[in-house]
């Protein structure tokens, strides 16, 4: 959500800057609004990754089951 927040943010700055005439503060908007593009794409490949992990879990626990319900039937 600080992504989101920060693209909002710079959004706002740059038009603040384009209407003024401000091109200092139309780029540091510019810079913020980036900064939470990268930010929300972090997020999301973070959510990514963490899927995975979970999903690596969930199989590593099924074959450790298997395995010691194997181990039993000996």
């Not at 401000?22 to 794409?41: F, P, T």
Request: zero cysteines.
């Amino acid at each position: 959500m600080a992504g989101k927040s920060e693209q909002v943010k710079g959004q706002a700055k740059e038009a603040v800057g384009s209407l003024t005439g401000n091109k200092d503060l139309e780029a540091e908007g510019k810079a913020d609004r980036q900064a939470g593009e990268a930010k929300e794409k972090v997020g999301h490949a973070k959510d990514k990754v963490e899927e995975v992990v979970e999903k690596v879990e969930h199989k590593a626990g099924e074959v450790i089951d298997k395995a010691k319900d194997a181990a039993h039937r000996d």
